[in-house]
């Protein structure tokens, strides 16, 4: 069952996706050459802690596995779930994906950029920038009366024409009190198929793409997921409600302004 939010619980969804985008830009600040991506993590922790909110992927459970960091960052040919190491130093022409999700008065909100280090190989940069333009269109069929596969399907012909692979194997999803709520959201799909889209709905919506092949494969650590190949992937989130006006992206940081209201205490 898709769980169709309140206005009560709007109010909290909202405040949660802007603290979560709030934490990711912040990261996305910090990212730089010789950083590390357990420096990512930590830092990630500290946002969290200032903003009052908690990550939602610490000791997050699969089978007997926690995930044992904050935020999952991901660099070139690993697609998603990395965790943060020491010896993993940012270089120059990285790409590095983000993926944040916090829990906030009981509520989830989750995004993912990826990032590039300094400057990149061009190619390395279309595929930023298709991810970029998948994930878009994907949120602009995020209507009202459509269904999911509308999602999928967007989705998959804008990462097609491009000529770049999708991992099948990950999904979006929708998101609230779970990190994960029904439907599952594939990136490729066919249009007319799928679930009923309705206003109340909150999804999020997250192309996983590849430059090369879409096959991947999991690190012994469990959750790291790389591309079979070894050439680069992009992932790229927005949480995005369903409204009878259209799409709503969540994830989108707080002002200043809002920040300022929010430190003050005056936003619970
Ligand atoms: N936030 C991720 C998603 O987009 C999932 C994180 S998995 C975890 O669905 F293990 F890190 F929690
Ligand atoms: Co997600």
Not at 233 to 254: M, N
Request: hydrophobic share 40%; aromatic share 4%; glycine share 12%.
């Amino acid at each position: 069952m898709i769980p169709i939010k309140s206005d009560r619980d709007l109010k909290i969804m909202r405040g949660a996706c802007a603290i979560a985008a709030t934490v990711l830009d912040r990261l996305c600040r910090f990212a730089r050459e010789g950083v590390s991506t357990l420096d990512i993590d930590l830092a990630a922790k500290k946002y969290m802690e200032e903003l009052s909110c908690r990550s939602a992927c610490y000791h997050y459970r699969c089978g007997k596995l926690r995930y044992p960091g904050y935020v999952c960052v991901s660099v070139n040919d690993e697609v998603i779930h990395g965790i943060g190491r020491a010896d993993r130093i940012l270089k120059k022409g990285d790409i590095v994906s983000m993926d944040v999700s916090v829990v906030w008065n009981g509520f989830v909100g989750d995004n993912t950029r990826t990032v590039i280090i300094g400057d990149c190989a061009p190619e390395v940069k279309a595929l930023v920038d298709c991810t970029d333009k998948a994930l878009h269109a994907g949120i602009a069929a995020a209507v009202e009366g459509g269904r999911v596969g509308d999602i999928s399907a967007a989705v998959q012909s804008v990462v097609e024409a491009g000529g770049y692979g999708i991992v099948e194997e990950f999904t979006g999803h929708g998101v609230g009190r779970e990190m994960h709520e029904d439907p599952q959201i594939p990136n490729y799909g066919i249009a007319g198929t799928g679930a009923k889209l309705r206003a109340g709905m909150t999804l999020a919506i997250e192309p996983m793409i590849t430059l090369g092949s879409s096959e991947i494969v999991v690190e012994p650590d469990g959750w790291t997921v790389r591309t079979a190949d070894g050439l680069p992937s992009c992932h790229i989130e927005h949480t995005v409600l369903v409204t009878k006006d259209g799409p709503e992206i969540l994830t989108l940081p707080l002002s200043d302004e809002e920040l300022g209201i929010y430190s003050a205490g005056k936003i619970h």
